[in-house]
């Protein structure tokens, strides 16, 4: 027998690390499946090492084997359990990152709803069936000025369902300039194609007018699309037709407009320094029959597709099929309501949904935030040097120049362990803070981190120490 062959029959069983104290331990926390399989591909590991070894190696003890499967169990847990993070990229809804946090009001809600039963189509007054999103609705319809509303559960299955309800097998004319991709896969050409709609392109990338539009009109056109571009822009030699123009044309056609608003502002955010964020009641006013957004965008509340319009066409939308596997679950409902009923007073959503605090915080409280900061971070070995520097934020992760926002941050240039490891090495602290890098900087932007945060923040850097 070779020392090869030999040391391979040396590998520890999985029947005998079982039987270990530590692994068993190791069961209780992650249970054995998870156990088992990750013992399995580190003995298959050790396998493909002894083997390809040029000279004979030893196997690994049960001790050292148990030391690494811990880690491998540990490293998996962490890369698929979501962790709390300090968002300090200075992108306001990072979809990598969750997007809007949620309101207190709204975290209680959803507790209160998740602990027990709940009256989700139960009408209690009647003791009947009731509608499941009667309240969700009404304050929609109520804050908006809608006829009627459906919650789905994201804008992309708001826009599919709006196209297979109202364009199955019709054309849906929009022009070439809104054909964009959102990201994560969210390309609306593909979106229209899943629903049953064809499309229509009309104009160019840069130019669009309403007499394309007219042109494309034939028996087989359904619908209008206008889409808010909200993570580009074409500036310069451009044109696209306002919405008022095109409700104008829909009605001589007698076709439906359906407008994707994309972030669903409640409140006007020109009042942040974002000009052309489309507001779901203007759009509405100027008579967008169909009109769809994120709620979790800059709503500021769960993740949900919101629907807005005629009564007759929502109604429609409503009863298709598809509507009930897009549906959203108690929690949804319960989070949405809490955070509409916010908007109810305009100066209580400002303190209260966080989102709209962050943008609301005057930079020079960032300034004296990120002074704070690095006066108590700069004696730290591994900081060479932190300094206080203006920037800019941003509102999504693709936004386009009007969507930013002057900003503060903390940039600091670590001393030895380079930047790269720097910033993992705060990624994978407790709570995780995930920056941004510049040219050598790693920049902590405190338009996104909360107050209460700053002390966690301090704390992190301060505990790269060797
Ligand atoms: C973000 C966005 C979407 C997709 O919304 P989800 O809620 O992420 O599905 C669709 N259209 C526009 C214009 C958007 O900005």
């Not at 997007?99 to 975290?107: D, F, I, K, N």
């Not at 052309?276 to 169909?290: C, H, K, W």
């Not at 549906?327 to 319960?334: C, E, G, N, Q, S």
Request: aromatic fraction near 4%; proline fraction near 5%.
């Amino acid at each position: 027998m070779t020392d090869q062959t030999n040391a391979l029959r040396r590998l520890p069983s999985v029947g005998k690390l079982l039987a270990t104290a530590d692994v068993k331990q190791l069961v209780e926390r992650y249970g054995s499946r998870r156990v088992v399989a990750e013992i399995r591909a580190e003995i298959e590991h050790h396998r493909q090492r002894l083997r390809s070894a040029v000279a004979p190696e030893e196997p690994p003890t049960v001790p050292q084997f148990t030391q690494w499967l811990r880690q491998r169990l540990r490293l998996r847990e962490e890369s698929t359990v979501l962790r709390p993070v300090i968002n300090a990229t200075g992108i306001l809804l990072h979809t990598g990152l969750g997007r809007a946090p949620l309101a207190t009001q709204a975290v209680e809600a959803i507790a209160e709803i998740a602990r027990g039963y709940a009256s989700v189509e139960l009408d209690l007054a009647a003791g009947e069936r009731g509608q499941r999103m009667r309240s969700v609705e009404d304050l929609l319809c109520e804050l908006c000025g809608a006829e009627a509303a459906l919650v789905v559960n994201n804008n992309a299955a708001a826009t599919m369902l709006a196209l297979a309800a109202l364009a199955k097998d019709g054309e849906v004319v929009v022009s070439r300039g809104e054909l964009i991709e959102i990201g994560g896969q969210f390309r609306l050409p593909e979106i229209m194609a899943a629903s049953g709609a064809v499309l229509r392109e009309v104009g160019t990338t840069n130019k669009t007018r309403l007499s394309d539009y007219a042109k494309a009109i034939g028996d087989r056109t359904a619908a209008l699309l206008l889409v808010h571009p909200s993570n580009y822009a074409v500036v310069g030699f451009a044109q696209q037709v306002p919405l008022a123009d095109l409700v104008a044309l829909g009605r001589r056609c007698e076709l439906p407009v359906i407008h994707d608003i994309g972030s669903g502002a409640l409140v006007d955010f020109a009042q942040f320094g974002f000009r052309d964020e489309p507001l779901a009641s203007r759009s509405l006013d100027q008579g967008a029959d169909v009109v769809l957004f994120s709620g979790d965008k800059l709503l500021g509340g769960p993740q949900c597709g919101v629907i807005l319009g005629r009564r007759g066409l929502v109604d429609s939308l409503a009863q298709h099929p598809m509507a009930r596997a897009m549906r959203v679950d108690k929690l949804t409902l319960a989070g949405l309501a809490a955070t509409l009923k916010l908007y109810r007073d305009p100066e209580g959503a400002m303190m209260n949904i966080p989102l709209l605090r962050l943008l609301n915080t005057p930079v020079d409280e960032l300034r004296g935030r990120a002074n704070a900061i690095a006066l108590a971070t700069q004696s730290v070995r591994e900081v060479q040097h932190v300094e206080v520097v203006d920037d800019q934020s941003f509102l999504g992760g693709g936004s386009v120049p009007a969507q930013q926002q002057a900003t503060v941050c903390v940039a600091i240039t670590p001393r030895t362990i380079g930047l790269d490891r720097f910033a993992r090495a705060l990624r994978t602290s407790d709570p995780a803070i995930v920056g941004r890098i510049r040219q050598d900087r790693l920049l902590l932007d405190l338009r996104t981190v909360f107050p209460e945060q700053d002390a966690q923040v301090v704390e992190a850097v301060r505990g790269l120490e060797p």
